[in-house]
């Protein structure tokens, strides 16, 4: 919007020919979605806590301690991270952009379906939500739609091909196995951020980390010079992304001002589910599926964790961890919950620069 409102005062105004600047208006959007949550996130908040009667139903299987510190706490805190995130975007984005609005959508259409999660949970006080069935088939659903737009306003020699980090020439054209394979990028991302958040702050922390790196993907992928010269494959429009991304990251801060232990909110399903699939779709517009992976090591490693849990216990009838996620397991080895926060949030650095690094080594 902004940016429409400057390009009608440029010639009489000079100085507004800074909002032509992606990494201006980047800025612009995180603080705008930053203090905003200061608005926002109040009267949300007390609104919950008056519709919320027992908060989150708590799972009882976990540290006895969190069923007495977190007993009341509100969840669908992500409408808090949707509000200030899509105000934020539609403020400081070029709105004539396709991949806004597909980024947009997709953030809103996992948010729908952890707020109907949600919503199941507590209205019947249980921390069982809709069928794990019926919650897959809908995520497919906006994954697909979301896919296939992506590869529609992609520039065709990209639209289905798969790169590989550290490589600079080896793809793969997928065909029409691309969106299948996106499908499952965003399906994941989601439902493995999901998976993380289980303890204050623990996913909201490597979501910013891994969402700084995605900005600034999507800031030099959307560059000819840039990707020219790091040798990218160029990608035309998905720097308007980056903006996306800003509001994204102050959204996500904002939201842990509140979130923080001892938390006055949780994100629940509207936020994380969200939050995850936003992050799938960003790497698949971008090309850098894979280095979501790396740059989203702690998602993969929660997943990998529960999958691993289950398949043991199927075939042998034992637990390889003692509870999973994997961040239950520490903290029945003793860790505290601030850290296993910290830690987990100290690897995800380190995890998002081995992802920068993949754009240089080529």
Request: charged share 10%.
């Amino acid at each position: 919007m902004l940016y429409f409102l400057a390009s009608l005062f440029t010639e009489d105004l000079s100085l507004l020919d800074v909002f032509k600047y992606i990494t201006f208006r980047t800025g612009g959007a995180i603080l705008t979605a930053f203090f905003l949550s200061f608005l926002v996130a109040p009267p949300i908040i007390k609104r919950l806590k008056q519709k919320q009667t027992f908060g989150q139903p708590i799972r009882n299987l976990g540290e006895v301690s969190h069923l007495e510190e977190k007993k009341g706490t509100p969840t669908m805190g992500g409408i808090i991270i949707i509000i200030t995130l899509f105000l934020s975007s539609i403020l400081w984005a070029n709105l004539n952009n396709p991949y806004i609005w597909i980024l947009l959508f997709t953030t809103l259409g996992f948010a729908t379906i952890g707020f109907i999660d949600d919503w199941k949970k507590i209205t019947k006080n249980n921390p069982n939500g809709i069928s794990v069935s019926l919650k897959l088939t809908l995520q497919i659903i906006v994954s697909a739609i979301s896919a296939y737009f992506i590869t529609l306003v992609t520039n065709e020699n990209l639209a289905t091909v798969l790169t590989f980090p550290f490589f600079k020439n080896y793809i793969i054209n997928l065909g029409i196995l691309y969106i299948p394979f996106a499908i499952f990028v965003i399906v994941g991302a989601s439902n493995a951020v999901n998976l993380t958040d289980g303890l204050d702050g623990l996913a909201t922390g490597p979501v910013m980390i891994c969402t700084i790196v995605f900005m600034l993907i999507a800031y030099l992928v959307g560059n000819s010079v840039f990707a020219t010269y790091l040798q990218l494959h160029y990608v035309p429009g998905v720097g308007e992304m980056a903006i996306f991304c800003g509001a994204l990251i102050g959204s996500c801060m904002g939201f842990l001002w509140f979130n923080a232990p001892p938390a006055k909110i949780f994100m629940g399903d509207t936020g994380s589910l969200s939050l995850g699939g936003a992050l799938g779709a960003i790497s698949v517009a971008t090309k850098h599926e894979l280095v979501l992976a790396i740059a989203g090591g702690i998602f993969v490693l929660e997943a990998v964790s529960v999958i691993l849990q289950i398949i043991s216990f199927k075939i042998t009838g034992k637990r390889i961890f003692k509870m999973a996620p994997i961040h239950h397991h520490f903290e029945k080895k003793g860790w505290s919950e601030t850290t296993v926060v910290f830690r987990f949030w100290i690897i995800s650095m380190v995890l998002g620069l081995l992802a920068l690094a993949t754009l240089k080594l080529r």
